[in-house]
């Protein structure tokens, strides 16, 4: 395509089919995405309007040959045109040669260069319809009826050559893109027994397992099933830092191996994995025009015909007919439908490298207009797992001592709270026994008997039924850490013949066993736990109210003290806790009827009605969670919190630059359709300006390319 006009060309002539529910068509990209009904059209009649239209759909081998062809084409259209211009000029400088020898070398320029813009023109005449290369066309051949031939080639070469810089400025804007193909190797090696073998990575099926060593990209998605190894995600995730991963990890493809070998059994191959996925969001993201967008397009169809009459009528006013054809060429609506798209491009190009996933112009173009965010809590501002944050030691125990008596008692559970203190006794690398006996008290903990030890952890509640007494102060103590949303265990044991079965247990600290140690059933610590914020929730809600967010508010499902713990140690006044799915939907639709643009923030299959609903729907850590990427207008890959107030003011930052292609466009234009009028400026001028307005657009949408961390 050589403009906008020919995408909203291929846009009408998709619509007019019957079962094409929707169609998009980017001059930018070069691609077009067709919503249709399969039981009323098949996808050959659709790629039969490319064809017809002299396109090719570049899905075949054949195809993607033929583009390449077309590609080479136009670039050495533009050289020969080039050439014997310059060739035409030189000979009437230098030599006596008459002027029928110069003038024919100069139509034979427009009749190379000109070809394929009045064959565009005349089939959209045909069709009574009016576009851009019409324009073009009527000017060059009244500018070959006055006999002005060099300056119709020249005009020609001018915006040919236009069109040709301002193709290889946008291929910028898809190499977010591009480099993704990249990422997968060629071959992988497939474990077979005790065999290693060298297997295209097409050929991998989900469960086989394959061998990646140091250095070597990852092409499926997977589970680490051996070994240990430094994972760099950066090109999927947006992490800086290299993760590490071991035996029941999953990876993902497009990262590398950076230290270690692994042997992953796949989970999804080819086309369902991690980095296939992104790529296709990306390039139907791209591809998806924004609402600004659309009402450019309908104003350019306008835009044409009032230029024909202008024109026309600047020839009544003057008598000028080169005048009436320098406004037909300086009018071209070009920068101004390139104002949208390519920014909207380059701002989802720039936010994919980042591991922020932006589905399509409108979301982008939302996300820049919103005032108000709503966070879920577990999962979003928190990790969404608990773990030890505090141990209070009791009657001179250790804490390695309370973690041991804890993590034994815990072996065999799974509950989450026990996943964490094993966590704790890992970290610590403590010895954990299998306990002898194992009874959970539901909602009150859990007790043990380990070589006739009786271990206690749990609640108020389970100590009360054990006739274990808790002193005033662990009292307190469990009530100040209860006010800051942390769930505390408390930790008893004892034994009736204390001293000689501590004593006797090589399982169990005996380094400070004194008489108290083990005493009837007395407490011997408490352990807190939480689930902990994300090290950046604070500096985000910050970054959110700095940036005139009005609205920032707290809805979960968990409880109210626990949620507004967290609110406060965040800054959030607004809290809203102990919400089902449809609450949280109900609480957004209501802030959206107030004419608030609302984003909501979550990260899991609970959330996703809210996603849905909210004006924009940012999914939190989403690598492999389709519900939440599906539901959400933002996937944030690399689970930064951060990134939220980011792509906001990427939002923002887009819709400036949008507004500034839009108005620079129109008073560009509107200018120099006045000096033309008044014979201030040539044809070939004309064309100059008409090209470097397209350039300085596509320029300073390519300014959103280098979004770094803030703007």
């Known amino acids: 395509m050589t403009c906008q006009d020919c995408a909203n060309k291929i846009e009408k002539e998709l619509a007019s089919l019957n079962g094409i529910e929707e169609a998009s068509v980017s001059f930018v990209t070069a691609q077009a995405i067709v919503k249709y009904n399969p039981e009323a059209i098949e996808v050959t009649a659709i790629k039969k309007v490319f064809t017809s239209l002299g396109y090719a759909v570049t899905e075949t081998r054949g195809s993607v040959t033929d583009a390449f062809e077309y590609k080479y084409k136009e670039t050495a259209r533009v050289f020969s045109v080039g050439i014997l211009l310059l060739s035409s000029w030189l000979i009437h400088l230098l030599t006596g040669i008459p002027p029928v020898i110069t003038d024919s070398m100069a139509l034979a320029a427009i009749m190379i260069g000109g070809y394929p813009i009045a064959s565009k023109a005349i089939k959209a005449l045909i069709k009574r319809e009016l576009n851009v290369d019409a324009l073009v066309a009527i000017a060059a051949s009244a500018a070959i009826a006055i006999g002005d031939y060099t300056e119709a080639g020249l005009v020609i070469f001018i915006l040919l050559l236009g069109e040709f810089l301002e193709s290889v400025t946008l291929a910028r804007t898809t190499r977010a893109i591009k480099g993704l193909a990249s990422l997968i190797p060629d071959t992988v090696k497939l474990k077979r027994g005790d065999l290693e073998v060298d297997v295209p990575s097409s050929e991998i099926k989900v469960g086989d397992v394959v061998v990646v060593r140091s250095g070597e990209h990852i092409a499926i998605d997977g589970v680490i099933v051996k070994g240990d190894a430094t994972i760099d995600q950066s090109l999927i995730t947006g992490e800086s830092i290299p993760v590490e991963r071991s035996s029941g990890d999953d990876v993902y493809s497009g990262t590398i191996n950076k230290v270690g070998a692994v042997e992953i059994k796949a989970t999804k191959v080819g086309r369902d994995t991690t980095v296939a996925r992104i ?169 043990v008997k380990h070589n006739g030890m009786h271990i206690v952890v749990g609640n108020r509640s389970l100590l009360r039924d054990n006739n274990i007494a808790l002193s005033a102060a662990a009292d307190e103590y469990m009530k100040d850490r209860e006010r800051l949303g942390e ?211 596509i320029l300073n949408s390519m300014r959103l390319l280098r979004w770094k961390r803030r703007f």
């Open 487 to 697: 769930t505390a265990l408390i930790v008893a044991h004892g034994t009736d013949k204390c001293n000689d079965i501590c004593a006797s247990d090589t399982h169990m600290p005996d380094a400070h066993i004194k008489d108290n140690f083990c005493c009837s059933k007395e407490v011997c610590g408490v352990i807190s736990l939480s689930d902990t914020l994300r090290e950046s929730s604070a500096e985000a809600i910050q970054s959110l109210r700095s940036g005139r967010i009005a609205i920032i508010a707290l809805y979960t499902g968990d409880n109210l003290r626990t949620a507004s713990a967290i609110a406060r140690r965040l800054g959030i006044e607004e809290v809203a806790a102990g919400l089902l799915p449809e609450d949280k939907v109900n609480k957004i639709k209501a802030l959206m009827e107030q004419g608030n643009t609302i984003a909501m923030v979550g990260d899991g299959i609970n959330d996703a009605p809210a996603l849905a609903t909210a004006d924009i729907g940012i999914a939190m850590g989403v690598v492999g969670s389709d519900i939440a990427v599906q539901a959400a207008n933002i996937a944030i890959l690399n689970d930064d919190i951060l990134s939220v107030p980011k792509v906001i003011n990427l939002g923002r930052k887009a819709l400036s630059v949008i507004r500034q292609n839009l108005f620079f466009a129109l008073v560009f234009n509107t200018v120099m359709i006045a000096l033309a009028s008044q014979g201030f400026i040539s044809m070939i001028a004309a064309a100059v300006f008409h090209q470097t307005s397209s350039l300085m657009v």
């Open 279 to 447: 790529e296709r969001m990306i390039t139907e993201a791209q591809g998806r025009k924004a609402p600004v967008e659309r009402t450019v397009d309908r104003f350019a169809k306008y835009f044409v015909p009032a230029i024909l009459i202008l024109s026309a009528i600047v020839f009544l006013a003057t008598g000028d007919v080169r005048r009436a054809i320098t406004v037909l060429i300086v009018a071209c609506p070009c920068a101004l439908v390139l104002g949208t798209p390519t920014a909207v491009v380059a701002a989802i190009g720039a936010a994919a490298r980042r591991g922020i996933l932006i589905k399509g112009g409108g979301a982008l173009e939302a996300v820049g207009r919103v005032n108000g965010v709503i966070f879920d809590k577990t999962g979003t501002l928190t990790y969404g797992a608990p773990k030890v944050v505090a141990i209070k030691e009791v009657c001179g125990h250790k804490e390695e001592d309370i973690v041991q008596l804890a993590a034994v008692a815990e072996k065999f559970s799974e509950h989450p709270l026990a996943g964490a203190i094993l966590d704790k006794a890992g970290e610590w690398e403590l010895i954990i026994a299998a306990p002898d006996d194992f009874k959970v008290k539901k909602g009150q903990g859990i007790e």
